[in-house]
């Protein structure tokens, strides 16, 4: 059974400051890792997909490594800003599956 | 808009109570799910309608029924619910074991 843990769990930064959210799972044969945004109260919005194949994936100032072969996934977002602010998730399948696994989030709050 | 749409967007509704739950895909996707998401908790998969299979979190009281009359329509009959089965009810639909899964805004439900 895929384990998903993300850390750190709460982050409170003041806007400008480059982060990285942390993501690992416990079983590598996977499909692909995603990275999604939830504001309070909405549904998750896709913010990043990695296919197993591939070692990171950019989207603006967004960037998503993946490394199979340790579990981990990292988010990297640049020159933070206060819309930035919301739970990201990172959801992994499970091994042979394509149904995923999602971890409890990291709940950012980027102040003005 | 993400084309998943999700109907209602709150329900309140007493223990002896019958409700259900929509949700319709606009994206041609062939995979749809049903996802709770209690307070503090990871989100949670209960049910998966796709081309190749049904599937169904073993974890899932009996309370709560699934439908997938087609690949665009996902229903979930609730009754005699629990106070503890209040949380967000999001629904999810993708392309089987490719592409990302887009949610709709979720369903806001309080058990009395």
């Known amino acids: 059974k895929q384990e998903v843990t993300q850390i750190p769990a709460a982050l409170s930064v003041p806007e400008g400051e480059n982060l990285v959210l942390n993501c690992s799972f416990t079983?590598?044969?996977?499909?692909?890792l995603q990275w999604f945004r939830q504001d309070p109260g909405k549904g998750l919005t896709s913010l990043l997909l990695i296919q197993s194949s591939q070692r990171e994936q950019t989207s603006g100032r967004l960037n998503a490594s993946l490394d199979k072969s340790s579990g981990r996934s990292t988010l990297y977002i640049a020159a933070s800003q206060p819309g930035d602010s919301a739970t990201y998730l990172c959801?992994?399948?499970?091994?042979?599956?394509?149904?995923?696994?999602f971890g409890r989030g990291t709940s950012l709050i980027v102040h003005p | 808009e993400t084309g998943v749409t999700q109907t209602p967007r709150h329900l309140v509704m007493g223990m002896t109570n019958k409700k259900s739950l929509k949700c319709e895909q606009h994206l041609g996707h062939n995979a749809m799910y049903w996802y709770k998401q209690s307070a503090k908790k990871p989100l949670e998969l209960m049910f998966v309608?796709?081309?190749?299979?049904?599937?169904e979190n073993n974890s899932v009281p009996s309370r709560f029924s699934p439908e997938c009359p087609n690949s665009s329509h996902l229903f979930l009959h609730l009754h005699t619910l629990q106070p503890e089965d209040s949380a967000l009810y999001l629904c999810?639909?993708?392309?089987?074991?490719?592409?990302?899964?887009?949610f709709g805004p979720g369903t806001r439900l309080t058990v009395l």
């Open positions: 999810a639909s993708s392309q089987v074991r490719r592409d990302t899964q887009y």
């Open positions: 309608y796709s081309l190749e299979e049904r599937v």
């Open positions: 959801a992994v399948p499970s091994g042979g599956s394509y149904i995923p696994t």
């Open positions: 079983d590598s044969a996977i499909y692909n």
